[in-house]
């Protein structure tokens, strides 16, 4: 089993970047694949990006490609997740979660991922 804590959020104006974490305990984490989700109020949860076991492939929501970049240290079993460009309609609350055994690579369904941290928001102002 593995344990996550996001930070890093806060309130940004457009344009500008954060840089979020997604913190983990647990043996499994070095070998689990890490999404990234972020849900805003009144929507679904929706699917932002992920990275395999050792970061060597990642994949993104079309939304936030060649914006949002995640990685990891796995030697501080910490997952980020580098946001420029911001955009208001990135406001949500942004969640990091690792993935369950039904999950397959290229998965974006929240329901293939588990284990989920309690979220940190993120606002961007006009």
């Known amino acids: 089993q593995v344990q996550l804590v996001e930070s890093g959020g806060g309130l940004v104006q457009a344009g500008g970047s954060l840089r979020l974490a997604c913190a983990a305990s647990?043996?499994?984490?070095?070998?689990?694949?890490i999404g990234w989700f972020r849900q805003a109020p009144g929507k679904e949860r929706e699917f932002v990006a992920a990275?395999?076991?050792?970061?060597?492939?990642?994949y993104y929501a079309d939304s936030v490609k060649g914006r949002f970049t995640v990685s990891r240290d796995n030697a501080k079993m910490t997952v980020y997740l580098q946001m420029n460009s911001l955009k208001p309609e990135d406001t949500a609350v942004y969640y990091c979660?690792?993935?369950?055994?039904?999950?397959?690579?290229?998965?974006?369904?929240?329901?293939?991922?588990?284990?989920w941290g309690q979220g940190t928001q993120v606002t961007v102002s006009p």
């Open positions: 647990g043996r499994t984490f070095s070998t689990s694949t």
């Open positions: 979660a690792a993935q369950k055994g039904r999950w397959s690579w290229g998965s974006r369904s929240a329901s293939d991922f588990g284990s």
């Open positions: 990275i395999d076991w050792n970061g060597g492939t990642t």
